[in-house]
T-cell receptor, first 112, second 110 residues
Framework: DADVTQTPRNRITKTGKRIMLECSQT?????MYWYRQDPGLGLRLIYY???????NKGEISDGYSVSRQAQAKFSLSLESAIPNQTALYFCATSDLSSSSQYFGPGTRLTVL | GQNIDQPTEMTATEGAIVQINCTYQTSGFNGLFWYQQHAGEAPTFLSY????GLEEKGRFSSFLSRSKGYSYLLLKELQMKDSASYLC???????????FGDGTTLTVKP
């Protein structure tokens, strides 16, 4: 089984809809991250969390919110989706001793 | 903040050696990472440099010069499966997070 899973893997939605992307991990890591990736570009950090009670904004948090329900779960919400939020979204985890990150398989989101 | 530059695209021949450069400007420094990302897939960790010098891991090596804000990833004995995007990421001091460059798309030709 994969260490970091994301659901759904693909989603097509309409402008104005509320969308939730979910991430679960079995690595036992405290730190979790949400990124978006646009074609030809690197990863941009949306939100990150160092533990259940810690939530931090990344460089592009506007239009997004997150919830850290448990150490193993970190959800990303788009309150009112817009077309320029069409992108590939990745969840990642890391532990305290090593900052290398482990990525989920990604969610491809299309907003029409 | 961090500013990370790497070439957009590179092409090399199977069996050859290729060097992918990364320059960065950062306020504080905690380490530099290289990730490999095949098209449509998740990035996977390749290497981590925190001290100056060369780190070798099989066909892949990574070099860091903190004073110059410079790193490179060296891929030897290129294989077709090495065709991918290579992402340089910098972790500032005490931040617990990384900033990624836009990646270098490497195409390996027969």
């Amino acid at each position: 089984d994969a260490d970091v899973t994301q659901t759904p893997r693909n989603r097509i939605t309409k402008t104005g809809k509320r969308i939730m992307l979910e991430c679960s991990q079995t690595k036992g890591h405290d730190r979790m991250y949400w990124y978006r990736q646009d074609p030809g570009l690197g990863l941009r950090l949306i939100y990150y969390s160092f533990d259940v009670k810690d939530i931090n904004k990344g460089e592009i948090s506007d239009g997004y919110s997150v919830s850290r329900q448990a150490q193993a779960k970190f959800s990303l919400s788009l309150e009112s989706a817009i077309p320029n939020q069409t992108a590939l979204y990745f969840c990642a985890t890391s532990d305290l001793s090593s900052s290398s990150q482990y990525f989920g398989p990604g969610t491809r989101l299309t907003v029409l | 903040g961090q500013n990370i530059d790497q070439p957009t695209e590179m092409t090399a021949t199977e069996g050859a050696i290729v060097q992918i450069n990364c320059t960065y400007q950062t306020s504080g420094f905690n380490g530099l990472f290289w990730y490999q990302q095949h098209a449509g897939e998740a990035p996977t960790f390749l290497s981590y440099n925190v001290l100056d010098g060369l780190e070798e891991k099989g066909r892949f090596s990574s070099f860091l010069s903190r004073s110059k804000g410079y790193s490179y990833l060296l891929l030897k004995e290129l294989q077709m499966k090495d065709s991918a995007s290579y992402l340089c990421a910098v972790s500032p001091a005490n931040a617990g997070k990384s900033t990624f460059g836009d990646g270098t798309t490497l195409t390996v030709k027969p």
